[in-house]
């Protein structure tokens, strides 16, 4: 069976997540127990009981990175599967580069970390925002975006995330003041996300230089497989061209159906390791099925549907 490898992005966190994985398997331990000495921070503390940095980027970003490193490693260990090309939304797409090789699970926290940081250190002080809306088409959302910008506003298109299902970033004033204008304009809902950052726009564009840097020395040269970019739903498989999209997907919309979309004619299934989020979007965009891989019993369910 062919198959696509899919990581998700923020969004996914929840307290015991990986706590499964840890019990019932040395593998999962170790690579928890590298990831939490990269990091320098407790991840069982951060990722199994309840607490308040889960929810903060800069640690977020590790601890969904370092379920999905989890989860790959399982299924690696159970079958010799190797898919088409993998993909991730977001911060997935950092998870999808260490599953080919290209990113060291340390190096990888450390990144994601930093990333997350930067992130946060962008937004600091500015009011920033997102907005999913639901029930517009693409280019109805682009249209008023661009007008709002055109009077000011701070408003961009940063996932496209399926059919009808967009989310905005900016500043989110900005944001609240368009809710009346896009549901005007025929949306079901515009709603603003509980969110601290901005992601995937204008306001991270002074990230793109230090994230660079870090880049630089995390990433390595080898893909064991393509991977698909967030920026140009297009693959990529070397060092060079993830440097230069890595940075631009700071600023530029996850195109995440349109990836799906791309290649959906390359793949009889896709499976989504870490989370189930992308699983749901999945269903509005493709008719192949995809299998959710966060614990030990649907890790067991998708070896058997795919094998």
Request: proline share 3%; glycine share 8%; hydrophobic share 40%.
């Amino acid at each position: 069976m062919k198959t696509a490898f899919i990581f998700p992005g923020q969004g996914s966190q929840c307290v015991g997540m990986g706590k499964d994985f840890y019990t019932n398997s040395l593998k999962a331990r170790e690579i928890l127990d590298e990831a939490s000495e990269a990091l320098g921070e407790d991840l069982k503390a951060l990722m199994f009981e309840p607490n308040e940095l889960l929810e903060k980027t800069a640690y977020t970003q590790p601890a969904i990175f370092t379920l999905s490193a989890m989860a790959t490693a399982l299924l690696k260990d159970s079958s010799d599967l190797k898919p088409q090309f993998a993909l991730g939304h977001s911060l997935g797409e950092f998870s999808a580069l260490h599953a080919s090789g290209a990113l060291g699970l340390s190096q990888g926290v450390r990144l994601v970390h930093e990333r997350g940081r930067l992130m946060q250190l962008a937004c600091e002080g500015v009011d920033a925002g997102m907005m999913a809306v639901l029930g517009l088409d693409d280019v109805d959302v682009e249209t008023i975006c661009a007008k709002a910008r055109k009077e000011g506003a701070k408003v961009w298109p940063a996932n496209y995330n399926s059919a009808g299902q967009i989310v905005l970033a900016g500043i989110k004033s900005d944001l609240i003041a368009l809710e009346p204008t896009l549901k005007e304009a025929g949306a079901k809902r515009a709603l603003v996300l509980n969110m601290s950052v901005a992601s995937h726009c204008e306001l991270l564009k002074d990230v793109k230089e230090p994230l660079t840097e870090v880049l630089k020395n995390a990433l390595k040269s080898s893909f064991e497989f393509p991977i698909i970019s967030n920026v140009t739903a297009k693959t990529y498989q070397s060092k060079e061209e993830a440097l230069s999209l890595l940075a631009q997907q700071l600023t530029s919309p996850v195109r995440y159906k349109q990836a799906i979309e791309n290649f959906d004619l390359h793949v009889d299934a896709y499976v989504e390791l870490g989370g189930s989020v992308l699983k749901g979007l999945n269903r509005r965009i493709s008719t192949h099925p995809t299998h959710g891989i966060t614990d030990m019993k649907t890790l067991e369910e998708a070896l058997k549907a795919i094998q």
